[in-house]
Protein backbone atom coordinates (compact mmCIF):
# COMPACT_ATOMS: atom_id res chain seq x y z
CA UNK A 1 0.00 0.00 0.00
CA UNK A 2 1.24 3.42 -1.04
CA UNK A 3 2.65 5.61 2.06
CA UNK A 4 -0.11 9.14 2.28
CA UNK A 5 0.82 11.99 1.12
CA UNK A 6 1.16 14.68 4.28
CA UNK A 7 -1.65 16.99 4.39
CA UNK A 8 -0.75 20.35 6.50
CA UNK A 9 -2.89 22.20 8.33
CA UNK A 10 -2.34 25.36 6.04
CA UNK A 11 -3.25 23.37 3.03
CA UNK A 12 -6.44 22.13 4.72
CA UNK A 13 -7.21 25.66 5.54
CA UNK A 14 -6.94 26.71 1.97
CA UNK A 15 -9.21 23.67 1.09
CA UNK A 16 -12.09 25.00 3.58
CA UNK A 17 -11.30 28.28 2.06
CA UNK A 18 -11.91 27.23 -1.55
CA UNK A 19 -15.08 24.81 -0.46
CA UNK A 20 -16.61 27.91 0.83
CA UNK A 21 -16.28 30.29 -2.31
CA UNK A 22 -17.48 27.39 -4.42
CA UNK A 23 -20.92 27.13 -1.84
CA UNK A 24 -20.90 31.25 -2.20
CA UNK A 25 -21.20 30.61 -5.72
CA UNK A 26 -17.93 33.12 -6.30
CA UNK A 27 -16.84 33.29 -10.42
CA UNK A 28 -13.35 31.89 -10.86
CA UNK A 29 -13.55 29.73 -7.77
CA UNK A 30 -11.52 26.99 -7.78
CA UNK A 31 -7.62 25.48 -6.93
CA UNK A 32 -5.85 28.43 -8.60
CA UNK A 33 -8.11 31.11 -7.02
CA UNK A 34 -7.63 30.03 -3.10
CA UNK A 35 -7.02 33.56 -2.25
CA UNK A 36 -9.80 34.91 -4.28
CA UNK A 37 -11.24 36.46 -1.21
CA UNK A 38 -7.84 38.03 -0.04
CA UNK A 39 -7.79 39.68 -3.81
CA UNK A 40 -11.51 41.00 -3.40
CA UNK A 41 -10.06 43.09 -0.04
CA UNK A 42 -6.96 44.66 -2.10
CA UNK A 43 -9.40 45.43 -5.04
CA UNK A 44 -12.28 46.70 -2.23
CA UNK A 45 -9.08 48.57 -0.62
CA UNK A 46 -7.94 50.33 -3.60
CA UNK A 47 -11.21 51.17 -4.52
CA UNK A 48 -11.73 52.93 -1.84
CA UNK A 49 -8.76 54.31 -1.24
CA UNK A 50 -8.35 58.07 -1.91
CA UNK A 51 -5.10 58.66 -0.64
CA UNK A 52 -2.05 60.58 -2.45
CA UNK A 53 -0.17 56.96 -2.39
CA UNK A 54 1.51 58.06 -5.96
CA UNK A 55 3.14 60.77 -4.69
CA UNK A 56 4.03 59.71 -0.95
CA UNK A 57 3.76 56.57 0.79
CA UNK A 58 0.92 57.07 3.24
CA UNK A 59 0.44 54.42 6.27
CA UNK A 60 -3.06 53.50 6.87
CA UNK A 61 -4.18 53.84 10.60
CA UNK A 62 -7.13 51.42 12.52
CA UNK A 63 -7.15 48.91 9.91
CA UNK A 64 -10.48 46.95 10.44
CA UNK A 65 -11.18 43.99 8.93
CA UNK A 66 -13.56 43.93 5.83
CA UNK A 67 -17.04 42.56 5.70
CA UNK A 68 -17.63 39.19 3.32
CA UNK A 69 -20.28 40.20 1.14
CA UNK A 70 -18.60 43.67 0.45
CA UNK A 71 -21.53 45.76 1.28
CA UNK A 72 -19.74 47.84 3.41
CA UNK A 73 -16.37 49.53 3.86
CA UNK A 74 -15.03 49.64 7.79
CA UNK A 75 -12.13 51.21 6.56
CA UNK A 76 -13.54 53.87 4.24
CA UNK A 77 -12.87 56.09 6.78
CA UNK A 78 -9.54 55.37 8.49
CA UNK A 79 -6.79 57.67 9.27
CA UNK A 80 -4.23 58.19 6.61
CA UNK A 81 -0.75 59.71 7.40
CA UNK A 82 2.29 60.01 5.79
CA UNK A 83 4.57 56.75 6.55
CA UNK A 84 8.12 57.32 8.51
CA UNK A 85 11.57 55.75 6.89
CA UNK A 86 13.12 53.24 9.18
CA UNK A 87 16.24 55.50 9.34
CA UNK A 88 14.41 58.00 10.52
CA UNK A 89 12.59 56.20 13.42
CA UNK A 90 15.77 54.80 14.27
CA UNK A 91 17.60 57.81 14.39
CA UNK A 92 15.35 59.28 17.14
CA UNK A 93 15.28 55.30 18.84
CA UNK A 94 19.25 56.43 19.13
CA UNK A 95 18.13 59.56 20.41
CA UNK A 96 16.03 59.25 22.99
CA UNK A 97 18.94 56.32 24.37
CA UNK A 98 21.50 59.15 24.27
CA UNK A 99 20.53 62.49 24.32
CA UNK A 100 20.38 63.59 28.47
CA UNK A 101 17.13 65.35 28.77
CA UNK A 102 17.55 69.36 30.03
CA UNK A 103 14.36 71.28 31.77
CA UNK A 104 13.35 74.09 29.80
CA UNK A 105 12.17 77.49 31.13
CA UNK A 106 8.37 78.23 30.95
CA UNK A 107 8.65 80.68 27.83
CA UNK A 108 9.61 77.83 25.67
CA UNK A 109 6.09 76.56 26.30
CA UNK A 110 5.12 79.77 24.27
CA UNK A 111 3.58 79.65 20.76
CA UNK A 112 2.22 81.66 18.50
CA UNK A 113 0.08 80.40 15.68
CA UNK A 114 2.38 81.70 12.68
CA UNK A 115 4.59 79.27 13.96
CA UNK A 116 2.31 76.42 13.36
CA UNK A 117 0.47 77.41 10.16
CA UNK A 118 3.05 80.14 8.72
CA UNK A 119 1.12 81.65 5.42
CA UNK A 120 4.07 82.03 3.28
CA UNK A 121 4.06 77.99 2.95
CA UNK A 122 0.46 77.72 1.67
CA UNK A 123 -0.83 75.42 4.27
CA UNK A 124 -4.23 75.68 3.03
CA UNK A 125 -7.07 72.36 3.04
CA UNK A 126 -8.53 70.68 0.03
CA UNK A 127 -11.57 72.34 -1.18
CA UNK A 128 -14.71 71.24 -2.24
CA UNK A 129 -14.79 71.66 -6.52
CA UNK A 130 -17.41 73.06 -7.88
CA UNK A 131 -20.58 71.48 -8.84
CA UNK A 132 -24.33 71.67 -10.19
CA UNK A 133 -27.28 69.25 -10.21
CA UNK A 134 -26.33 68.18 -14.12
CA UNK A 135 -23.66 66.41 -13.09
CA UNK A 136 -23.78 62.67 -12.42
CA UNK A 137 -22.45 61.34 -9.13
CA UNK A 138 -19.26 59.36 -10.59
CA UNK A 139 -18.66 62.76 -12.51
CA UNK A 140 -18.52 64.55 -9.30
CA UNK A 141 -16.48 61.99 -7.55
CA UNK A 142 -13.45 62.16 -10.51
CA UNK A 143 -13.55 65.98 -10.16
CA UNK A 144 -13.10 65.60 -6.59
CA UNK A 145 -10.38 63.01 -6.70
CA UNK A 146 -8.63 64.80 -9.11
CA UNK A 147 -8.99 68.67 -7.07
CA UNK A 148 -7.58 66.85 -4.24
CA UNK A 149 -4.26 65.33 -5.93
CA UNK A 150 -4.05 68.73 -7.09
CA UNK A 151 -4.23 70.01 -3.59
CA UNK A 152 -1.19 67.71 -2.27
CA UNK A 153 0.78 68.01 -4.91
CA UNK A 154 1.18 71.87 -4.91
CA UNK A 155 1.28 71.68 -0.94
CA UNK A 156 4.38 69.13 -1.16
CA UNK A 157 5.74 71.32 -3.71
CA UNK A 158 5.69 74.56 -1.54
CA UNK A 159 7.26 72.80 1.62
CA UNK A 160 10.28 70.15 1.86
CA UNK A 161 10.08 66.68 2.45
CA UNK A 162 10.21 66.32 6.39
CA UNK A 163 8.65 69.80 7.43
CA UNK A 164 5.11 68.73 7.19
CA UNK A 165 3.56 67.22 10.49
CA UNK A 166 0.91 64.45 10.22
CA UNK A 167 -2.06 65.10 8.45
CA UNK A 168 -5.40 63.90 6.95
CA UNK A 169 -4.30 61.90 2.92
CA UNK A 170 -7.76 60.22 3.26
CA UNK A 171 -10.19 61.87 0.70
CA UNK A 172 -13.14 60.38 2.06
CA UNK A 173 -12.83 62.26 6.05
CA UNK A 174 -11.89 65.28 3.64
CA UNK A 175 -15.66 64.80 2.02
CA UNK A 176 -17.23 64.15 6.03
CA UNK A 177 -16.18 68.47 6.46
CA UNK A 178 -17.59 69.69 2.80
CA UNK A 179 -20.77 67.77 3.94
CA UNK A 180 -21.00 69.25 7.43
CA UNK A 181 -20.05 72.97 6.45
CA UNK A 182 -22.27 72.88 3.68
CA UNK A 183 -25.25 71.84 6.08
CA UNK A 184 -24.24 73.54 9.49
CA UNK A 185 -25.34 77.23 9.66
CA UNK A 186 -22.95 78.02 12.91
CA UNK A 187 -19.86 76.11 12.88
CA UNK A 188 -18.58 75.16 16.50
CA UNK A 189 -14.57 74.63 16.10
CA UNK A 190 -13.72 72.76 19.02
CA UNK A 191 -10.03 73.18 20.03
CA UNK A 192 -8.49 72.29 23.31
CA UNK A 193 -7.70 74.52 25.79
CA UNK A 194 -3.93 72.97 26.60
CA UNK A 195 -3.23 73.52 23.22
CA UNK A 196 -5.20 75.66 21.12
CA UNK A 197 -2.82 76.95 18.47
CA UNK A 198 -2.40 73.57 16.87
CA UNK A 199 -5.67 72.81 16.40
CA UNK A 200 -7.18 76.40 14.96
CA UNK A 201 -6.29 76.19 11.31
CA UNK A 202 -6.81 79.81 10.06
CA UNK A 203 -7.34 78.74 6.50
CA UNK A 204 -10.36 76.95 7.69
CA UNK A 205 -11.20 80.61 9.93
CA UNK A 206 -10.52 82.26 6.76
CA UNK A 207 -12.97 79.96 3.93
CA UNK A 208 -16.17 79.70 7.22
CA UNK A 209 -16.18 83.71 7.70
CA UNK A 210 -15.81 84.75 4.01
CA UNK A 211 -16.57 82.34 0.53
CA UNK A 212 -19.49 80.62 3.35
CA UNK A 213 -20.57 83.91 4.87
CA UNK A 214 -21.45 81.75 8.15
CA UNK A 215 -19.83 82.35 11.73
CA UNK A 216 -17.49 80.23 13.96
CA UNK A 217 -17.88 79.73 17.67
CA UNK A 218 -14.68 78.47 19.32
CA UNK A 219 -15.24 76.18 21.88
CA UNK A 220 -12.50 75.72 24.44
CA UNK A 221 -12.45 72.54 25.54
CA UNK A 222 -11.51 70.69 28.78
CA UNK A 223 -11.13 74.09 30.39
CA UNK A 224 -10.89 71.64 33.66
CA UNK A 225 -7.49 70.69 33.08
CA UNK A 226 -5.82 73.72 32.94
CA UNK A 227 -4.69 76.74 34.91
CA UNK A 228 -7.95 79.93 34.97
CA UNK A 229 -5.13 82.37 34.22
CA UNK A 230 -4.00 80.30 31.23
CA UNK A 231 -7.45 79.94 29.85
CA UNK A 232 -8.44 83.82 29.75
CA UNK A 233 -4.88 84.28 28.18
CA UNK A 234 -5.89 81.59 25.52
CA UNK A 235 -9.18 83.63 25.24
CA UNK A 236 -7.91 87.18 24.80
CA UNK A 237 -5.06 85.95 22.25
CA UNK A 238 -7.83 84.16 19.64
CA UNK A 239 -10.12 87.21 19.79
CA UNK A 240 -7.35 89.61 19.70
CA UNK A 241 -6.01 87.25 16.12
CA UNK A 242 -9.67 86.40 14.88
CA UNK A 243 -11.97 89.31 15.75
CA UNK A 244 -14.99 87.58 13.84
CA UNK A 245 -14.91 84.83 16.58
CA UNK A 246 -17.34 83.91 19.21
CA UNK A 247 -14.78 82.58 22.32
CA UNK A 248 -16.75 79.99 24.41
CA UNK A 249 -14.72 78.36 27.54
CA UNK A 250 -16.20 74.46 27.86
CA UNK A 251 -15.73 71.48 30.14
CA UNK A 252 -17.66 68.44 30.49
CA UNK A 253 -16.38 67.62 33.88
CA UNK A 254 -16.18 70.82 35.68
CA UNK A 255 -15.10 70.35 39.36
CA UNK A 256 -13.94 66.76 38.54
CA UNK A 257 -10.03 66.19 39.07
CA UNK A 258 -8.51 63.25 38.43
CA UNK A 259 -7.99 61.19 42.27
CA UNK A 260 -4.85 59.92 41.56
CA UNK A 261 -2.38 59.82 38.47
CA UNK A 262 -3.31 56.35 37.80
CA UNK A 263 -6.87 56.60 38.09
CA UNK A 264 -8.26 55.85 34.86
CA UNK A 265 -11.49 58.29 34.59
CA UNK A 266 -12.02 60.95 36.31
CA UNK A 267 -14.82 60.63 39.59
CA UNK A 268 -17.92 61.85 37.89
CA UNK A 269 -20.88 62.79 39.42
CA UNK A 270 -24.02 60.98 39.42
CA UNK A 271 -25.56 64.16 37.35
CA UNK A 272 -23.45 62.38 34.45
CA UNK A 273 -23.34 64.47 30.92
CA UNK A 274 -26.39 66.88 32.02
CA UNK A 275 -23.67 68.52 34.64
CA UNK A 276 -21.22 70.30 31.54
CA UNK A 277 -20.48 73.75 31.92
CA UNK A 278 -20.48 76.17 29.00
CA UNK A 279 -24.24 75.21 27.19
CA UNK A 280 -25.56 78.31 28.15
CA UNK A 281 -22.22 80.53 26.87
CA UNK A 282 -23.11 78.49 23.31
CA UNK A 283 -26.80 79.37 23.74
CA UNK A 284 -25.83 82.73 24.10
CA UNK A 285 -23.35 82.96 21.48
CA UNK A 286 -26.27 81.73 19.43
CA UNK A 287 -29.15 84.13 20.48
CA UNK A 288 -26.58 86.72 19.64
CA UNK A 289 -25.71 85.43 15.60
CA UNK A 290 -29.22 84.93 15.10
CA UNK A 291 -30.29 87.97 16.00
CA UNK A 292 -34.14 86.54 16.90
CA UNK A 293 -33.98 84.92 12.72
CA UNK A 294 -34.62 81.16 14.60
CA UNK A 295 -36.91 80.80 17.88
CA UNK A 296 -34.10 79.62 20.91
CA UNK A 297 -36.58 79.70 23.66
CA UNK A 298 -36.78 75.60 23.56
CA UNK A 299 -33.15 75.83 23.37
CA UNK A 300 -33.23 78.27 26.54
CA UNK A 301 -35.56 76.38 28.32
CA UNK A 302 -34.23 73.46 28.11
CA UNK A 303 -31.06 74.02 29.97
CA UNK A 304 -33.10 75.39 32.84
CA UNK A 305 -35.03 71.98 33.55
CA UNK A 306 -31.78 70.59 33.48
CA UNK A 307 -30.25 72.73 35.48
CA UNK A 308 -33.53 72.25 38.13
CA UNK A 309 -33.28 68.64 37.76
CA UNK A 310 -29.38 68.30 38.91
CA UNK A 311 -30.35 70.75 41.64
CA UNK A 312 -32.98 68.99 43.06
CA UNK A 313 -32.47 65.48 42.39
CA UNK A 314 -29.08 65.52 41.69
CA UNK A 315 -29.41 62.57 38.91
CA UNK A 316 -30.53 62.33 35.59
CA UNK A 317 -34.61 61.34 34.86
CA UNK A 318 -33.66 58.88 32.01
CA UNK A 319 -37.64 58.45 32.14
CA UNK A 320 -38.85 61.54 31.50
CA UNK A 321 -35.61 62.62 29.64
CA UNK A 322 -36.41 64.07 25.93
CA UNK A 323 -36.13 61.96 23.03
CA UNK A 324 -33.17 62.50 20.47
CA UNK A 325 -34.42 62.14 16.82
CA UNK A 326 -30.97 60.89 14.95
CA UNK A 327 -30.79 61.58 11.52
CA UNK A 328 -29.16 59.15 8.64
CA UNK A 329 -27.70 60.36 5.45
CA UNK A 330 -26.92 58.43 2.43
CA UNK A 331 -23.91 59.28 0.98
CA UNK A 332 -26.22 59.96 -2.63
CA UNK A 333 -27.70 63.02 -0.35
CA UNK A 334 -24.73 64.20 0.83
CA UNK A 335 -22.92 64.86 -1.97
CA UNK A 336 -25.49 66.56 -3.89
CA UNK A 337 -25.92 69.02 -0.82
CA UNK A 338 -26.41 72.54 -1.98
CA UNK A 339 -23.34 74.76 -1.30
CA UNK A 340 -25.91 78.12 -1.49
CA UNK A 341 -28.41 77.04 0.61
CA UNK A 342 -30.80 79.39 2.76
CA UNK A 343 -29.84 80.02 6.33
CA UNK A 344 -31.60 78.53 8.87
CA UNK A 345 -34.07 76.37 6.65
CA UNK A 346 -37.23 75.92 7.92
CA UNK A 347 -36.57 78.15 11.22
CA UNK A 348 -34.11 75.28 12.55
CA UNK A 349 -30.69 76.55 13.35
CA UNK A 350 -28.14 73.43 12.35
CA UNK A 351 -24.84 73.77 14.54
CA UNK A 352 -21.68 71.63 12.60
CA UNK A 353 -18.84 70.16 15.74
CA UNK A 354 -15.40 70.12 13.20
CA UNK A 355 -12.35 69.98 14.95
CA UNK A 356 -9.05 67.91 15.47
CA UNK A 357 -9.23 64.29 16.46
CA UNK A 358 -9.58 63.89 20.17
CA UNK A 359 -10.20 67.21 21.27
CA UNK A 360 -13.91 66.62 22.56
CA UNK A 361 -16.13 67.02 19.66
CA UNK A 362 -18.57 64.18 20.60
CA UNK A 363 -18.42 65.13 24.76
CA UNK A 364 -19.74 68.42 24.14
CA UNK A 365 -22.16 67.29 21.61
CA UNK A 366 -23.55 64.82 24.45
CA UNK A 367 -23.44 67.50 27.25
CA UNK A 368 -25.56 70.12 24.51
CA UNK A 369 -28.01 67.24 24.76
CA UNK A 370 -27.85 66.18 28.44
CA UNK A 371 -27.14 62.47 28.27
CA UNK A 372 -25.13 60.40 26.04
CA UNK A 373 -25.94 59.66 22.60
CA UNK A 374 -22.56 59.81 20.95
CA UNK A 375 -19.98 57.40 21.68
CA UNK A 376 -17.16 59.07 23.00
CA UNK A 377 -12.87 57.70 23.26
CA UNK A 378 -9.75 58.83 23.88
CA UNK A 379 -8.60 56.98 20.16
CA UNK A 380 -8.36 59.25 17.92
CA UNK A 381 -10.02 58.49 14.53
CA UNK A 382 -13.54 57.00 17.04
CA UNK A 383 -15.81 59.40 14.91
CA UNK A 384 -15.79 57.40 11.30
CA UNK A 385 -18.77 59.72 9.37
CA UNK A 386 -20.82 62.77 10.76
CA UNK A 387 -24.24 62.24 12.72
CA UNK A 388 -26.96 64.45 13.39
CA UNK A 389 -29.09 65.16 16.18
CA UNK A 390 -32.30 67.25 17.04
CA UNK A 391 -31.49 69.00 20.37
CA UNK A 392 -35.02 70.10 20.50
CA UNK A 393 -37.18 71.14 17.46
CA UNK A 394 -35.56 74.40 16.63
CA UNK A 395 -31.69 73.08 17.00
CA UNK A 396 -30.18 70.84 15.40
CA UNK A 397 -26.40 69.03 15.85
CA UNK A 398 -23.77 67.77 13.61
CA UNK A 399 -21.16 65.60 15.14
CA UNK A 400 -17.78 65.70 12.22
CA UNK A 401 -15.21 63.13 12.30
CA UNK A 402 -11.86 64.96 13.31
CA UNK A 403 -9.84 66.25 10.93
CA UNK A 404 -5.65 66.67 11.08
CA UNK A 405 -5.11 69.81 8.85
CA UNK A 406 -1.40 70.44 7.49
CA UNK A 407 0.58 72.02 9.57
CA UNK A 408 4.54 73.12 10.45
CA UNK A 409 4.40 71.87 13.99
CA UNK A 410 6.52 69.26 15.64
CA UNK A 411 5.06 65.80 15.02
CA UNK A 412 6.16 64.84 18.99
CA UNK A 413 3.82 67.60 20.17
CA UNK A 414 1.21 66.63 17.53
CA UNK A 415 1.26 63.14 19.08
CA UNK A 416 0.87 64.50 23.15
CA UNK A 417 -2.10 66.48 21.53
CA UNK A 418 -3.38 63.18 20.79
CA UNK A 419 -3.84 63.30 17.30
CA UNK A 420 -2.29 60.06 16.74
CA UNK A 421 -2.81 56.36 17.74
CA UNK A 422 -0.79 56.00 20.85
CA UNK A 423 -1.16 52.00 20.37
CA UNK A 424 0.28 52.70 16.25
CA UNK A 425 3.60 54.41 17.21
CA UNK A 426 6.70 53.00 15.73
CA UNK A 427 8.80 55.21 18.16
CA UNK A 428 6.84 56.64 21.50
CA UNK A 429 10.32 57.49 23.01
CA UNK A 430 11.26 60.81 21.56
CA UNK A 431 7.67 62.19 22.34
CA UNK A 432 8.31 60.62 25.89
CA UNK A 433 11.28 63.19 25.89
CA UNK A 434 9.65 66.17 24.78
CA UNK A 435 7.03 65.69 27.75
CA UNK A 436 9.80 65.35 30.20
CA UNK A 437 11.49 68.61 29.31
CA UNK A 438 8.61 70.77 29.53
CA UNK A 439 6.92 68.95 32.71
CA UNK A 440 8.37 68.21 36.14
CA UNK A 441 8.08 64.68 35.58
CA UNK A 442 10.67 63.24 38.83
CA UNK A 443 8.04 65.09 41.10
CA UNK A 444 5.14 64.01 39.85
CA UNK A 445 5.94 60.69 38.85
CA UNK A 446 8.34 59.70 41.51
CA UNK A 447 10.61 57.57 39.43
CA UNK A 448 13.91 56.07 40.64
CA UNK A 449 16.90 56.12 38.05
CA UNK A 450 17.32 52.30 36.66
CA UNK A 451 20.91 53.02 37.46
CA UNK A 452 21.17 54.22 41.26
CA UNK A 453 21.62 51.64 43.52
CA UNK A 454 19.50 50.63 46.93
CA UNK A 455 19.91 53.28 49.54
CA UNK A 456 22.41 55.65 47.64
CA UNK A 457 21.23 59.18 46.67
CA UNK A 458 23.46 59.69 43.96
CA UNK A 459 22.35 62.23 41.45
CA UNK A 460 21.78 60.38 37.36
CA UNK A 461 21.26 61.94 34.20
CA UNK A 462 17.99 61.07 32.86
CA UNK A 463 17.69 60.14 29.39
CA UNK A 464 14.03 59.32 27.50
CA UNK A 465 14.98 55.97 27.46
CA UNK A 466 15.59 56.43 31.28
CA UNK A 467 12.40 57.88 32.14
CA UNK A 468 10.43 54.65 30.39
CA UNK A 469 12.29 51.78 31.56
CA UNK A 470 12.07 53.21 35.59
CA UNK A 471 8.36 53.97 34.84
CA UNK A 472 8.08 50.37 33.76
CA UNK A 473 9.69 49.33 36.47
CA UNK A 474 7.32 51.03 38.85
CA UNK A 475 4.57 49.95 37.48
CA UNK A 476 5.69 46.30 36.95
CA UNK A 477 5.78 45.96 33.10
CA UNK A 478 7.70 43.12 31.94
CA UNK A 479 8.86 40.97 28.62
CA UNK A 480 6.92 38.19 28.12
CA UNK A 481 9.67 36.15 27.63
CA UNK A 482 13.02 37.26 29.25
CA UNK A 483 11.04 39.44 31.66
CA UNK A 484 12.49 42.61 31.42
CA UNK A 485 11.60 45.91 32.03
CA UNK A 486 9.02 46.82 29.32
CA UNK A 487 10.10 50.64 28.10
CA UNK A 488 7.42 50.33 24.89
CA UNK A 489 4.33 49.72 26.76
CA UNK A 490 5.75 52.43 29.55
CA UNK A 491 6.22 54.91 27.13
CA UNK A 492 2.92 54.24 25.61
CA UNK A 493 0.97 54.48 29.21
CA UNK A 494 2.98 58.17 29.76
CA UNK A 495 1.95 59.74 26.82
CA UNK A 496 -1.86 58.09 27.37
CA UNK A 497 -1.12 59.81 30.85
CA UNK A 498 -0.90 63.06 28.65
CA UNK A 499 -3.35 62.90 26.30
CA UNK A 500 -5.60 62.20 29.43
CA UNK A 501 -4.43 65.04 31.06
CA UNK A 502 -2.90 63.37 33.86
CA UNK A 503 0.29 64.47 33.61
CA UNK A 504 -0.72 67.45 32.08
CA UNK A 505 1.18 69.57 29.33
CA UNK A 506 -0.31 73.33 28.12
CA UNK A 507 0.87 75.55 25.83
CA UNK A 508 1.27 79.53 26.16
CA UNK A 509 0.01 82.13 24.25
CA UNK A 510 2.88 84.51 23.30
CA UNK A 511 4.45 86.95 26.01
CA UNK A 512 2.39 84.95 29.06
CA UNK A 513 5.23 84.67 31.39
CA UNK A 514 6.03 88.42 31.43
CA UNK A 515 2.32 89.16 32.12
CA UNK A 516 1.20 86.15 34.51
CA UNK A 517 0.41 88.70 37.18
CA UNK A 518 -1.69 90.49 35.17
CA UNK A 519 -3.66 87.56 33.81
CA UNK A 520 -3.99 86.20 38.02
CA UNK A 521 -5.46 89.12 38.77
CA UNK A 522 -7.88 89.48 35.81
CA UNK A 523 -11.64 90.96 36.56
CA UNK A 524 -12.96 87.63 34.28
CA UNK A 525 -11.08 85.12 36.43
CA UNK A 526 -13.73 84.33 39.58
CA UNK A 527 -16.29 83.77 36.89
CA UNK A 528 -14.12 80.93 35.32
CA UNK A 529 -13.29 79.49 38.34
CA UNK A 530 -16.80 79.18 38.72
CA UNK A 531 -17.58 77.74 35.10
CA UNK A 532 -14.34 75.44 35.81
CA UNK A 533 -16.22 74.11 39.45
CA UNK A 534 -12.92 74.22 41.48
CA UNK A 535 -12.76 74.91 45.48
CA UNK A 536 -9.68 75.38 47.42
CA UNK A 537 -10.76 72.73 49.52
CA UNK A 538 -11.29 70.15 47.04
CA UNK A 539 -7.85 71.16 45.41
CA UNK A 540 -5.86 70.39 48.57
CA UNK A 541 -8.15 67.56 49.36
CA UNK A 542 -6.95 66.35 45.78
CA UNK A 543 -3.41 66.99 46.29
CA UNK A 544 -3.09 65.10 49.62
CA UNK A 545 -4.26 62.19 48.59
CA UNK A 546 -2.13 62.06 45.36
CA UNK A 547 0.47 62.47 47.99
CA UNK A 548 -0.69 59.72 49.69
CA UNK A 549 -1.43 57.22 46.80
CA UNK A 550 1.78 58.00 44.89
CA UNK A 551 4.40 57.61 47.80
CA UNK A 552 4.34 53.68 47.32
CA UNK A 553 6.35 52.10 44.74
CA UNK A 554 4.85 48.97 44.38
CA UNK A 555 3.70 46.94 41.14
CA UNK A 556 0.26 47.63 39.46
CA UNK A 557 -2.76 46.05 40.83
CA UNK A 558 -5.02 44.27 38.45
CA UNK A 559 -7.73 46.95 38.78
CA UNK A 560 -5.03 49.38 38.02
CA UNK A 561 -3.55 47.46 34.96
CA UNK A 562 -6.01 48.63 32.58
CA UNK A 563 -6.17 52.31 33.81
CA UNK A 564 -3.59 53.06 30.73
CA UNK A 565 -3.78 50.24 28.45
CA UNK A 566 -7.39 50.53 27.80
CA UNK A 567 -7.35 52.43 23.99
CA UNK A 568 -10.87 53.05 23.62
CA UNK A 569 -12.03 53.89 27.24
CA UNK A 570 -15.86 54.52 26.93
CA UNK A 571 -17.37 57.53 28.61
CA UNK A 572 -20.70 55.91 30.07
CA UNK A 573 -21.79 57.15 33.37
CA UNK A 574 -23.97 54.40 34.04
CA UNK A 575 -20.91 51.50 33.50
CA UNK A 576 -18.16 53.27 35.53
CA UNK A 577 -21.19 53.55 38.46
CA UNK A 578 -21.92 49.78 37.91
CA UNK A 579 -18.29 48.64 37.98
CA UNK A 580 -17.58 50.42 41.49
CA UNK A 581 -20.90 48.90 42.96
CA UNK A 582 -19.80 45.31 41.58
CA UNK A 583 -15.85 46.46 42.97
CA UNK A 584 -17.60 47.22 46.43
CA UNK A 585 -20.07 43.93 46.72
CA UNK A 586 -18.59 41.56 45.09
CA UNK A 587 -14.92 41.38 44.05
CA UNK A 588 -13.55 43.01 47.47
CA UNK A 589 -15.12 39.35 49.01
CA UNK A 590 -12.51 37.01 50.71
CA UNK A 591 -12.21 33.74 48.55
CA UNK A 592 -10.65 32.39 51.26
CA UNK A 593 -13.97 33.05 53.71
CA UNK A 594 -15.97 30.73 51.88
CA UNK A 595 -14.26 27.92 53.39
CA UNK A 596 -14.60 26.97 57.58
CA UNK A 597 -12.92 28.34 60.11
CA UNK A 598 -10.82 25.25 60.48
CA UNK A 599 -10.72 23.94 57.06
CA UNK A 600 -7.59 25.18 56.02
CA UNK A 601 -5.49 23.94 59.14
Not at 77 to 88: D, G, P, Q, T
Not at 274 to 281: E, F, V, Y
Not at 284 to 294: F, H, L, N, S, Y
Amino acid sequence: MPRRKPFSNKQKKKQLQVKRERKRGDPGSGQNSRNASVERGVRRDRQSDTSDSETTDVRRINQQPGTRDGRYDPNRFRLHFEKESKEEVEKRKKMARETVLQPLPERELEMDINQVFPEEQGLDFPRRPSWHYGMQREELLRKEEKSFHEFLESLHSRNPPGTLSHFEHNLETWRQLWRVLEMSDVILLIVDIRHPVLQFPPALYHYITGPLQKHVVLVLNKVDLCPAPLVLAWKHYMTKHFPHLHCVCFTSHPGQPYSTLLQKKRMRRKAGWGHAGGPIQIMRACQEITAGKVDLSSWESKIQKDAVAMGTEGDWPDDGADSVLMEHHSDVAMEMNSPTQELYKDGVLTLGCIGFPNVGKSSVLNSLVGRKVVSVSRTPGHTKYFQTYYLTPTVKLCDCPGLVFPSRVNKQLQILAGIYPVSQLQEPYSSVGFLCERTPFLSVLKLTHPEQSPGTQQAHDWTAWDVCEAWAERRGYKTAKAARNDAYRAANSLLRLATDGRLCLCLRPPGYTLNKDQWESHPELAELEALQGRRQEEEESVERDEEEDESSSEPEDEDDRDADDDEDGDGDDEDDSVRSDRKSKGFTLNMFGVLGENECE
